[in-house]
């Protein structure tokens, strides 16, 4: 009886041992990826190289989706895939997110997992938090709140099956308006299962859905560029080495208003202005020596814009002067930028191709009549081909304070012109980004000139090639 019972308990180690290893053929595992020729081939070498990875592994047929392949528009809000994933994958025991620039150890990323039941809910990412209320999280942290953790993407996330069936069943309750920053609004959607208006949490935070679940911190997905010690993910946010185009094939148009001339100008044109060079012109609604700016016919609005910056895109398109820019970068008065490395970025794109390139927000992203749309703050680029389209197609602004960036989205989608997104382009200030977010990231613009002091913004993250980069183009 002894031996029996020693027996009977060497037998249910044994399962139980077995029962929680994790088997990476079990698990779904997602690109979020975008369709432009450049991004694609990157998410395709990265699924080439992850499946000679999992092969190794896996006793069964690994599955890497890259979501463009998949999904025509709103993938990278996330919860536009969960119900297909969970209809079309019944019998996986994890869902893994990651991004073009992911980097994955997965042999680690399976001891990871061996960690937490699959048959429970589980939420993991490495943890992010707000330090206070931020704009690109909807300023939704009340006051003796604790802000809401959520997964910084490009470390990869986790979602179990029972949780992402779940919020499937829930996705419908994903109403928001404006997609703005997806990896903060998943981990909201998570906890509340629906999207609570901006007024209830600033007046009355909502509770909690009894069956919602929180981000579980996960520190071996890594905000670190590379895959040491204990890491099981890692990435780096930097500008793919394509080169260097020239500063001359750039038509840098700022639209400002007669208002902030004397204040926001000045700003400028003692810090990225000067590597502009030549190719740099102000565009407002009257003209100001002092300031060489240009009266673009069109009157200063509060919002929108549209007026003043279809007048550009079409001054772009029709004026002799610039017919040699092969680029258009559409700027706000208090846009910081830097122009080096911009000059790099556009190394990789061909302005044969209609591009729109900047930092993504969506309206309504997740609906098939949503858009995706640059936002403008942080400056949107097109290439020469969607300025001709744009131009060609004859279409005019709803009205002049319409938004410019939400219309020109919508404007780009009917004329098939590629929306691109780059985490290195910014809507907001420094602040309004986790450190850690940053601090693996090669910037690329900013936004607002207050309540930080623009200067010493730029210098800090944006100066640091200006000088070298001005002194060998002017040679």
């Known amino acids: ?58 006793a069964g047929e690994p599955i890497v989706l890259l979501s463009h392949e998949h999904w025509e528009h709103g993938s990278w809000t996330i919860t536009l895939m969960l119900t297909r994933l969970s209809a079309s994958y019944p019998d996986a025991d994890w869902f893994f997110f990651a991004t073009e ?10 001891k990871v997992l061996e960690g937490y039941d699959p048959n429970k809910d589980h939420f993991l990412g490495h943890a992010l938090q707000d330090s206070g209320p931020t704009i690109i999280h909807h300023y939704i942290i009340a006051e003796g709140k ?3 953790q959520f997964p910084n993407f490009p470390s990869g996330f986790i979602i179990s099956a029972p949780t992402l069936r779940k919020a499937a069943r829930h996705s419908e309750q994903f109403t928001t308006d404006f997609n703005i920053d997806a990896q903060y609004e998943l981990a909201v959607f998570l ?16 509770r909690a859905h009894r069956e919602g679940v929180l981000l579980t911190h996960v520190p071996e997905l890594c905000v670190q560029p590379a895959l040491e010690g204990s890491c099981s993910t890692a990435y780096h946010q930097d500008i793919p080495d394509c080169g260097r185009i020239k500063t001359s094939s750039i038509f840098f148009a700022v639209k400002t208003c007669e208002k902030y001339h004397s204040t926001r100008l000045p700003v400028l044109q003692q810090t990225w202005a000067k590597d502009a060079q030549n190719s740099i012109a102000y565009f407002s609604e009257v003209e ?51 122009v080096p490395r911009l000059c790099r970025l556009l190394a990789c794109y061909n302005p044969a191709h209609p591009l729109l390139l900047g930092e993504v927000y969506g309206y309504h992203a997740q609906h098939p ?107």
């Not at 744009?390 to 590629?418: H, K």
């Not at 090669?442 to 210098?459: E, G, I, K, W």
């Open 1 to 58: 009886m002894y031996i029996d019972m020693q027996l009977l308990l060497f037998i249910f180690l044994a399962v139980a041992a077995q029962s929680t290893a994790a088997d990476l053929s079990d698990a779904v595992i997602t690109i979020v990826s975008q369709s432009h020729a450049l991004h694609a081939a990157r998410a395709r070498e990265r699924r080439q190289q992850w499946l000679q990875e999992l092969h190794s592994l896996a």
């Open 101 to 110: 620039d992911t980097k994955v150890d997965f042999r680690r990323l399976q």
């Open 146 to 148: 604790e802000a809401l």
């Open 191 to 206: 906890k509340y299962l629906r999207t609570p208006e901006l007024v209830e949490f600033l007046e009355q935070p909502p």
């Open 288 to 338: 100001d020596e002092k300031f060489s700016t240009i009266n673009i016919g069109v009157p200063n609005t509060e919002t929108g814009h549209c007026g003043k910056t279809f007048a550009i895109i079409e001054r772009f398109h029709q004026s002799p002067s610039l017919q040699d820019k092969h680029w258009l970068f559409i700027a706000d008065d208090d846009t910081l930028l830097s």
């Open 369 to 475: 009549q949503g858009a995706a749309y640059v936002t403008g703050g942080g400056g949107m680029v097109l290439s020469r081909e969607a300025v001709t389209r744009i131009s060609g197609a004859g279409i005019n602004c709803p009205s002049i304070d319409y938004p410019d960036d939400m219309y020109l989205g919508t404007v780009a989608r009917q004329l098939e012109i590629d929306i691109v997104h780059s985490p290195l382009f910014h809507q907001s200030q420094p602040g309004s980004y986790h450190p850690a977010i940053l601090r693996l990231q090669t910037p690329v613009s900013f936004h607002r000139h207050r309540p930080l002091n623009p200067t010493a913004v730029y210098q800090q993250y944006l100066k640091d090639e200006s000088d070298s980069f001005r002194q060998k183009t002017e040679l």
